[in-house]
């Protein structure tokens, strides 16, 4: 049944993010942030992928506080993902170049330490334990509608499919030039196509799992491209704050951003196909 599908992906995504709360408390390795907030997203995407099958409110409200909380870990995790990128592509400069390079991106060491500060506080917050104890509640119990007892078989693959032509739809619309926002844009329907077809595996085996790697690949090579356009900007941002021999350098950096930019743009359009082919959506 419907039902069963539905339960095991919301205790998915709770074991999952009780499985990093120390780690997120007192550690300070930047995956469990990530594994957090991928716990966070993936619910608030499969409570919308079976909105058929939970009670309205009950969902919007759990979605609610799930904004919330993915909200508070992409502070953290944004900035990680940045320094981290920016710390790699550094090394790839002359060694005067990538030692002032280093120099400007450790003042987001500081922003990340805020940010972490900021999200300890948080998850020792009565906000926070509310929120835990609702998503242990519905890993348990979810509100279910009558429809969830149907086969899953027969009732979730237009879920699946449902994703599916909301992403064609937008691809089809992007034009030859398409500007970062539509990118971006396609990266989220593609990720909230893996989360559907992921969620429904249980149902349907092999043919939704090769949907979502392709789903995947979509969803990484436009999420390369949004991190080297997001760099960019703040490279280009910070170069005003800089010495002339700071600015010199992260200059430097900002054009291995945007050479990783344009790379993913040119890699998008064969993905895409794989995505688009018979033997990817045959199933649906």
Known sequence: MVAEIVRRAITRSYERLVAHEAELRTGDDPESVHQARVATRRLRSDLRTFEDFVERDWADDLRSDLRWLGSELGLVRDLEVQRDRLRAHASRLPVPEADNARRVV?????????????????????????????????????????????????????????????????????????????????????????????????????????????????????????????AVEWLTKTAHECSPAEAYAIGMLAQIEREAAATARGAFAAAWRRANSKRVRGWL
């Open 106 to 230: 450790r003042r987001l060491d500081a922003d990340r330490a805020a940010a972490k500060a900021d999200l300890v506080a948080m998850l020792d917050g009565a906000r926070y334990e509310q929120l835990r104890a609702k998503v242990a509640a519905a890993a348990a119990s979810p509100a279910y509608t009558k429809a969830a007892a149907e086969p899953a078989a027969k009732a979730l693959k237009k879920v699946v499919r449902k994703r599916d032509k909301q992403i064609r739809r937008a691809v089809d619309d992007l034009g030859k030039h398409p500007p970062y926002e539509a990118l971006h844009a396609i990266r989220v329907r593609a990720k909230k196509a893996r989360y559907a077809a992921e969620a429904c595996a249980p149902a349907f085996g092999k043919p939704a799992r090769r949907f979502a790697r392709a789903m995947a690949n979509v969803q990484n090579i436009l999420g390369e491209h949004h991190d080297a356009v997001v």
